[in-house]
């Protein structure tokens, strides 16, 4: 008698892949070099007082061998003349993109794969991607956009296989989507008060801007990105600086952070344009035209304030939506996010940081659908 054999899911413990301890002690001294704004010394520092808690050694692989290794596979550089002067250890490229890389994977790790990186738009026509919806052929449509199969098939339907004849009335073309570019500008703030009161808000906003960065490299190569830190002033920073960034002695000058979106963003041969803002909320500095600054850290100053609102209705006539991710929860500082909004028309995310890749991230991709028309 045989038996019957059973059908059905056997369910187990999951495993995590196995890792090697290189690969083990890599992902957490990027974090660890993340948070020391690129100081080797200091991570390694910390990552041994790791080691010694949590044992993430082994005796045949030691901190100085990962080291070797950082070295060998070239994550790393070692930057000392035979005197003994030079910068030390330094990273390499390679290690600066593994950063931005960890930090996309932290942050979108959700995220789905796509082609070949652009955004459609709802427009249909003489565009790259094909959108699987059929038309009749038009004098001036592209030969390569004609879709075979279809025109064969209408020819012998409209013209019989014994004598086979293919006419221009049998041709169809393949709709396509017309793919559009995008310019974003992402401000960040350095300023003091996003080290204030033992919380750290500098390392979450340049995880953001590092993964927005590999984001739109890798993802939606046509899309420009440029990246700005304001402090008193502000200045553009490059995709390579970003895990060096530090917060400064600063006050907060957000209008002049916002000139320079500006100023890039009018340069942009492109007409979809937005700014993303990442800021605890409060200006507190303008530069006068001679030069000098104006400061006012006590409250929100209402000539500082005023300013800040013309910028945003500046960049509301020039068709630039403002995103600003605000992230302090002083209701004050809320109330001028909202204002500020409104002169704007843009968006505002009162956000904690722990979700604020998740949400710049959403909005990015929810204003490439809105934005592109």
Known sequence: METSRRKGFVFSTYQAPEQSVFDKLLEIFTELITHTSGDFDEAIDWLRELDKEYKLTTPDYTIDDFIEDLKKKGYIR?????????????????????????????????????????????????????????????????????????????????????NFDITENDLVVEDSHFKSQMSTVLMIDISHSMILYGEDRITPAKKVAMALAELITTRYPKDTLDI????????????????????????????????????????????????????????????????????????????????????????????????????????????????????????????GLKGLGEMIFEDYETNRKKRIK
């Open 78 to 162: 070692e930057e000392v003349r035979p005197d003994g002067t030079g910068d030390g250890i330094r990273l390499s490229g390679k290690m600066e993109q593994n950063i931005r890389q960890q930090a996309l994977k932290q942050i979108f790790g959700n995220l789905r794969k796509s082609g070949s990186g652009n955004h459609r738009t709802k427009h249909t026509g003489l565009g790259e991607e094909r959108t699987g919806e059929y038309r009749e052929y038009h004098f001036g449509d592209g030969l390569e956009k004609i879709s075979l199969t279809e025109s064969l098939k209408n020819a012998q339907v409209n013209n019989g296989i014994d």
């Open 228 to 351: 700005i830190v304001f402090g008193n002033d502000a200045w553009p920073v490059s995709i390579k600086d970003l895990p060096y960034l530090q917060v400064g002695p600063y006050h907060t000058n957000t209008v002049a952070g916002l000139q320079l979106a500006m100023d890039l963003l009018r340069r942009k041969r492109n007409t979809n344009k937005q700014i993303f803002m990442i800021t605890d909320g409060k200006p507190s500095c303008l530069r006068q035209p001679d030069g000098t600054y104006y400061m006012n850290s006590y409250g929100l100053d209402e000539e500082i304030v005023e300013k800040c609102y013309n910028m945003a209705a500046q960049a509301r006539k020039l068709h630039i939506p403002i995103t600003t991710f605000m992230i302090a929860q002083d209701p004050y500082l809320q109330r001028f996010v909202r204002e500020f909004t409104e002169a704007n028309q843009g968006k505002a995310f009162y956000t």
